[in-house]
């Protein structure tokens, strides 16, 4: 058997004690924009469509996005040119990765010409940007090497379980696992991996495929991140009690396949990694409810028709659409980006505790946005 792992005290993220203790992420002397807590704008997540092929339970559940739910028009989205120009104005303020979320971004057309705009970007020193992807993996077999050859860096691919009927029940489509299995063979042979992939954990769902999703994936150079079951929007029913914590996750894996922590990739990440003592790679832990890691959250996110969000739990965003189409400069829209993350003070999942008068009833939340609408 392995040792038990303490998770909270592994992690190089910033929780709620340190900010209740005053401390928090210093102003830097370079001139970086910064919100009312310190923290940079470094990545910007873009959603590019609010539709997608799966209904998920946990995200597009049918009992809500059904046949006859309204989405939005193509007229209403931002075109490629705009969003080019957002990510501009992100730049010029010190945003250095993207990510194109959805919706599902695949079912976007053209979406090998928006890859290519992005890829051509460069930093104010010079530099390319890190141009990443999530999808449900399900057009990616005819589009993986495509996206490749746009300047697509990286990909990360949703995949909740191994098992057959398991799957086509999550996904509610019936779309079945060997196809997301292909998709993840079909990034890696286009040169886009390793591939992350991302498995979503809900107690007596799926949680009894923890150690056979570990061991699919172990020696195949892919990474599998566990994420917590979180409580995103407002119609997935979410209740505390069908979290399963990322300490538990890595101590059932540890059992089995022990493992040893490693630091963050980068400033800011927001999984926890854990290295195979053995050399069979790696996985990574996402802690939203039990670990938040709000105090090193550099992220903006673009919905599909230009409103601008600076938490994925927020109720309410700023309209960059109207500036585009109003005629503004870059410099007013850069005014825009950096006048809402100068005022920015989200961090929900450390003050969840409080806002969740109980289970499944956060208490003064409002309605907030849900995850098919801003991506993850």
């Not at 990440?269 to 939203?288: L, M």
């Not at 409103?307 to 825009?336: I, V």
């Amino acid at each position: 058997m392995g040792q038990a792992i303490n998770l909270t005290a592994q992690s190089a993220n910033e929780g709620p004690t340190a900010r209740k203790s005053g401390a928090m992420p210093a102003a830097g002397a370079d001139g970086a924009l910064r919100d009312q807590l310190h923290r940079p704008l470094r990545d910007m997540r873009i959603s590019v469509t609010d539709r997608c092929n799966f209904r998920c339970v946990y995200c597009m559940p049918k009992e809500v996005f059904g046949r006859d739910f309204q989405f939005r028009e193509r007229s209403e989205l931002l075109t490629f040119e705009e969003i080019e120009r957002v990510a501009r104005a992100g730049i010029s303020l010190g945003v250095r990765k993207l990510r194109l979320t959805g919706g599902e971004p695949l079912l976007r057309r053209g979406i090998e010409e928006l890859v290519a705009r992005l890829a051509a970007l460069r930093t104010p020193e010079g530099e390319s940007l890190d141009i990443a992807l999530t999808t449900n993996g399900s057009a990616l077999p005819v589009k993986a090497e495509a996206l490749a050859k746009a300047g697509l860096g990286r990909i990360t691919i949703s995949l909740d379980s191994l098992q057959e009927e398991r799957f086509q029940a999550i996904n509610d489509v019936r779309f079945p696992v060997s196809r997301v299995l292909e998709a993840i063979d079909a990034a890696a042979a286009a040169g886009l991996g390793p591939v992350k992939i991302n498995t979503v954990l809900k107690r007596g769902v799926n949680d009894d495929e923890i150690l056979d999703l570990a061991g699919h994936f172990r020696g195949t150079g892919h990474t599998l991140r566990f994420i917590e079951y979180m409580d995103v929007g407002s119609s997935n029913g979410w209740v505390l009690d069908e979290v399963v914590p990322s300490a538990e996750v890595v101590e059932r894996i540890s059992a089995v396949y022990p493992l040893e922590p490693l630091p963050p990739a980068h400033p800011g990440e927001v999984a926890q990694r854990w290295r195979y003592v053995d050399g069979a790679g790696e996985i990574g832990a996402i802690s939203s409810v039990t670990n938040p890691f709000c105090g090193a959250c550099t992220r903006a996110r673009i919905s599909a028709e230009g409103r601008l969000f600076t938490c994925l739990f927020a109720t309410e965003g700023t309209d960059l659409r109207e500036l585009l189409r109003g005629g503004a400069s870059d410099a007013e829209l850069q005014g825009a980006l950096a006048g809402t993350w100068r005022a920015r003070k989200d961090r929900y999942s450390e003050k969840r505790a409080e806002l969740t008068a109980h289970p499944g009833d956060p208490a003064g939340a409002g309605r907030r946005i849900e995850m098919s609408y801003i991506g993850g």
